[in-house]
């Protein structure tokens, strides 16, 4: 750990957990968290740029990662361990690893930041009564907590009666009369009651703006605990629901209201029934726009008969929207294809000839990311 050049460096094999309590030992904070957060590792978050919950705020792994050490898939290592916030020097060999799922070099060691410690962090849960209050919501968010707004995630009313339905004990708050709620995490250097202030200013301006129509800021770290962990049960409950068909997709936020109510309405019409879950990082640009099957069919033959038309319907819709197929989750095999329907052929020559360069037998991770 180096304090005054706020970094540490770890080998690639450190669980993110370990790393994040090391980092508050010391009394800074490294701020990648994500629910895997016990068991990935921190050459596994980089490998897939993970994001996790305070990417409006600090950004992806690749943005809290100054350096790296690699071996290469001609078996020789690149010490790029640098501390360094400022280097022209040439092409930014580090950003080509982060993100390549080890398809180009196995990474073995990083250099990261590390941040100051909040003096308090206070968690709000409220009601809008449709995406684009949402987005209004963050807005406001942006302007009121500035830099202290570090989570802002948006939840869809049938994806909360999810959790509602299939995990009983957990109360969920406001969701019955509002199409969607929002988790709002201010981070404050100041102090708990500053927070709480700024929280208190933010929600009555969103109150009379008509964006927000009920709201609740957390009492204590118990109460705050409890409404990130309905946020994070939504994928739990899905999979007790039955089978259902996912995506990661990311948009701009401005974009993201209008795509929401036409993807919805593609989907019902080409196949009507379907329930839609839809969850996510709205701070980002980033939902999780998943497909249940009909309540009352197969869910295994809906899959079996109408997944492919599914992707295709909501992709399709992300494209003609600017967006992309996976704005977290990574390609690996599972997105091959896609990837190759979605991004232009001037980026896929580009990553080919990058792959080409560096791993020209195919060692690295072969079948994943790429087609070679
Ligand atoms: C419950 C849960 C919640 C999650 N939430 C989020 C979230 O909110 N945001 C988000 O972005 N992601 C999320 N993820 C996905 C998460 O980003 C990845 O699971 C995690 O970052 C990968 O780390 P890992 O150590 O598990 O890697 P693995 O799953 O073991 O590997 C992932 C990929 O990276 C490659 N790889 C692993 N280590 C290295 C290395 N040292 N060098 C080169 N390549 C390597 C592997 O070959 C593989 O292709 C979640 C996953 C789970 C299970």
Request: proline share 3%; charged share 20%.
């Amino acid at each position: 750990m180096d304090t005054a050049n706020l970094t540490l460096t770890v080998e690639a094999g450190c669980i993110l957990q370990n790393l994040q309590d090391a980092a508050d030992k010391a009394g800074f904070l490294f701020p990648l968290s994500l629910a895997a957060e016990g068991s990935c590792t921190i050459g596994g978050n980089l490998a897939t740029n993970a994001g996790g919950t305070q990417v409006v705020r600090y950004g992806n792994a690749r943005d809290l990662c100054l350096g790296l050490e690699v071996v290469t898939a001609q078996g020789e290592v690149w010490n790029g361990l640098s501390g360094l916030r400022k280097d022209n020097t040439g092409y930014d060999l580090r950003d080509l690893f982060i993100g390549s799922e080890g398809t180009l070099g196995i990474i073995t060691a990083a250099t990261l930041k590390l941040y100051p410690q909040p003096a308090a962090q206070l968690t709000a849960w409220a009601a809008v009564p449709s995406m684009q209050h949402a987005v209004t919501l963050l807005g406001l968010a942006h302007q009121h907590l500035g830099a202290g707004l570090t989570g802002f995630e948006v939840m869809g009313q049938f994806a909360l009666s999810l959790v509602a339905k299939n995990f009983k004990q957990l109360r969920v708050p406001l969701y019955e009369d509002a199409a969607f709620c929002v988790l709002l995490e201010n981070s404050d250097t100041e102090s708990e009651s500053h927070a709480r202030e700024q929280f208190e200013r933010l929600l009555e301006t969103a109150l009379e703006q008509g964006c927000v129509t009920d709201a609740v800021v957390a009492e204590n770290i118990a109460q705050a605990h409890q409404l990130w962990h309905i946020r994070e049960s939504i994928p739990l409950a899905q999979a007790e629901e039955g089978l259902n068909i996912k995506h990661d997709i990311s948009i701009a936020v401005s974009r993201i209201p209008e795509f929401v109510e036409a993807t919805d309405a593609i989907l019902l019409q080409a196949l009507p029934g379907v329930r839609l879950v839809n969850f996510g990082h709205l701070g980002d640009g980033n939902l999780h726009y998943n497909v249940q099957a009909p309540a009352d069919g197969d869910a295994a033959a809906f899959l079996r008969d109408h997944e492919e038309e599914v992707n295709v319907l909501v992709y399709d819709s992300v494209a003609s929207f600017g967006g992309s197929i996976s704005a977290e989750h990574g390609v690996g095999s599972l997105k091959l294809d896609k990837l190759e329907q979605h991004k232009s052929p001037v980026a896929l020559g580009m990553m080919r000839a990058i792959k080409q360069a560096l791993d020209p037998q195919n060692l690295m991770n072969p079948g994943r990311v790429l087609r070679v």
